[in-house]
């Protein structure tokens, strides 16, 4: 069965620092793999996504980038954090049905 | 308008009451659409898909209705572990195609003793 990872679990981190957020994706081959973003109180917003290895789609403008180095790994990463960027944030795998990780809160103080 | 509107909630329930949610959707080339749970601080888990001919999973029951851009989620004999947010959430795409998943902002339901 599949299973997705992310880590950390949660993150604290000041204003201006750097971000590098891990996904990684067991029992599936060339999985399509999103990134999303939930802020307090908000819904869920999709950031990126990719269907294959070095192939990044951005949805919205913003401070972060994407990166997918292997097949089953997905990155999302930042060179400054604003605090805008405070949030849950979530890896997803699949195609018109999506099954999430157990996701990243972020905040940025 | 929003692309996916969900009914405002909260709903606080007993035990063993049933429970309506609706949805309705904007975008008439949705392909596929879902009800996800999600639980506090926790991420969506997939309760079930729908289809328009209608679909039941135990105490479960969701339509679709195309004509009308709407799709709604019965819950019978509500349970205490029932109690979490429910999306409704739409897809452009269908089948194993990528795509971006739209989520309505949820209803909050309380099921208590």
């Known amino acids: 069965s599949q299973t997705i990872h992310q880590w950390p679990a949660t993150l604290v981190q000041p204003v201006g620092s750097p971000l590098s957020l891990e996904c990684t994706v067991e029992g599936t081959s060339n999985p399509n793999l999103y990134w999303y973003r939930q802020a307090a109180g908000r819904g869920l917003q999709l950031l990126f996504y990719s269907v294959g290895i070095g192939q990044i789609s951005s949805e919205v403008p913003q401070n972060l980038s994407a990166s997918r180095p292997q097949d089953r790994q997905f990155i999302l990463s930042s060179k400054k954090l604003l605090l805008s960027d405070s949030g849950f944030y979530l890896c997803a795998w699949g195609g018109a049905a999506q099954y999430f990780g157990p996701g990243t809160r972020l905040t940025v103080l | 308008r929003k692309e996916v509107e969900q009914d405002p909630g909260p709903f606080n329930v007993p035990e063993g009451a049933t429970v309506a949610f609706n949805c309705t959707y904007s975008?008439?080339?949705?392909?596929?659409f879902f009800w996800y749970r999600q639980d506090c601080r926790k991420e969506p888990k997939l309760l079930m898909s729908v289809y328009s001919s209608g679909n039941e999973d135990g105490r479960f029951t969701a339509q679709l209705n195309r004509a009308s851009q709407y799709i709604s989620l019965l819950i019978r004999d509500s349970k205490l572990s029932d109690s979490a947010t429910y999306l409704c959430?739409?897809?452009?795409?269908?089948?194993?195609?990528?795509?971006?998943?739209?989520f309505g902002q949820g209803t909050i339901l309380t099921v208590h003793p």
């Open positions: 975008n008439s080339a949705s392909q596929s």
């Open positions: 959430v739409v897809n452009l795409a269908g089948g194993t195609s990528y795509g971006k998943l739209t």
